[in-house]
C-alpha cells in the first residue's frame, strides 16, 4: 500500500479543520489584542485577579509566576504554578483579567479533584512520547510499505486524539468558573465581563479546532489503512 507524500483526500478531509484553525487564531488575536486595550474600572491586574479569585475560593499554595512568550499562560499542576504572560501578568485590560481567572480555574479544578484535569495530566507523559513517534513510524510504515508499523503510528497519534477531546471540557470548565468567579468578586462589571468572556470564548475555539483537526487527521488515517471505507 503506498500512500502519496501529496495526498488531495487528506487536503480534502482536512479542509474543515484547517479552515476553523484559520478562523479560531484569527478571532483569538483579534479578540485578546482588543480588549487588551481596554482597561477595567477596578484597576486589578492579571495577577491580582488571579489571585483575588484563588483566594476567595480556598485554594493556597499556587504561586503565581511570570512567564516568556505571547499568550503563554498556563497552569502547572506537578509545579502548582499559575504562570502569566506579561501581557497578562501586570496588565489591567479586559483580556488580562480574563485569561488570568481562566489559568485560576485550572487551579481550581486541581484544589478540588476535578476528575478531567487529572486525567488529562496523567495523559501528558504518553502524549508527549506519542506525539515525537507517531510521524517517525507513520513515515518509515508508508518508505518501507509495512502496515505493521503504520498501523502502530496511528495508534500512537490516536493517543493525542484522545488527549485533545479531554482537553476541551477541561477548557470549557476552567473558563466557566472564571466567568462565575469574575462576577461574584465584582472585579468586572456586568458588561466588562461579557467582553472578558468573548475572550474565553475565541481562546475556546483554539482548543475545538485542534480536537477536530486531530480527529479528521485520525480518520484519514483509517482509511488509508482500510479500517473505514475500504482501501486504495
Known amino acids: 500500500m503506498l500512500w502519496a507524500l501529496f495526498d488531495p483526500l487528506y487536503l480534502i478531509i482536512l479542509a474543515p479543520g484547517l479552515a476553523l484553525s484559520l478562523y479560531a487564531t484569527f478571532r483569538t488575536k483579534s479578540t485578546f489584542s482588543k480588549y487588551s486595550k481596554v482597561g477595567s474600572r477596578s484597576g486589578l491586574?492579571?495577577?491580582?485577579?488571579?489571585e483575588l479569585m484563588l483566594k476567595r475560593h480556598g485554594v493556597s499554595g499556587v504561586r503565581i509566576e511570570r512567564s516568556g512568550g505571547w499568550l503563554s499562560d498556563h497552569y502547572d499542576p506537578s509545579k502548582k504554578a499559575?504562570?502569566?504572560?506579561?501581557?497578562?501578568?501586570?496588565?489591567q485590560s479586559l483580556s488580562a483579567i480574563g485569561v488570568a481567572c481562566h489559568e485560576a480555574g485550572h487551579a481550581m479544578q486541581d484544589a478540588q479533584g476535578y476528575g478531567m484535569l487529572g486525567l488529562r495530566t496523567a495523559l501528558v507523559p504518553a502524549t508527549n512520547f506519542s506525539s515525537t513517534f507517531a510521524y517517525i513510524l507513520l513515515i518509515?510504515?508508508?518508505?518501507?510499505?509495512?502496515?505493521?508499523l503504520i498501523f502502530l503510528g496511528v495508534c500512537l497519534f490516536s493517543v493525542g486524539v484522545v488527549f485533545s477531546l479531554i482537553t476541551l471540557p477541561v477548557e470549557w470548565d476552567a473558563s466557566r468558573r472564571a466567568k462565575v468567579a469574575i462576577d461574584e468578586a465584582g472585579m468586572l462589571s456586568p458588561e466588562e465581563n461579557r467582553h472578558a468572556s468573548?475572550?474565553?470564548?475565541?481562546?475556546?475555539l483554539t482548543y475545538l479546532a485542534a480536537a477536530v483537526t486531530s480527529v479528521l487527521t485520525l480518520v484519514y488515517y483509517l482509511i488509508r489503512l482500510g479500517v473505514l471505507g475500504g482501501d486504495e
Not at 82 to 91: A, I, T
Not at 140 to 148: D, I, M, S
Not at 198 to 204: C, E
Open 198 to 204: 468573548k475572550v474565553l470564548n475565541a481562546a475556546f
Open 82 to 91: 499559575l504562570r502569566l504572560s506579561e501581557d497578562v501578568y501586570s496588565s
Open 140 to 148: 518509515a510504515g508508508v518508505f518501507l510499505q509495512f502496515t505493521g
Open 45 to 50: 491586574t492579571g495577577a491580582a485577579a488571579a
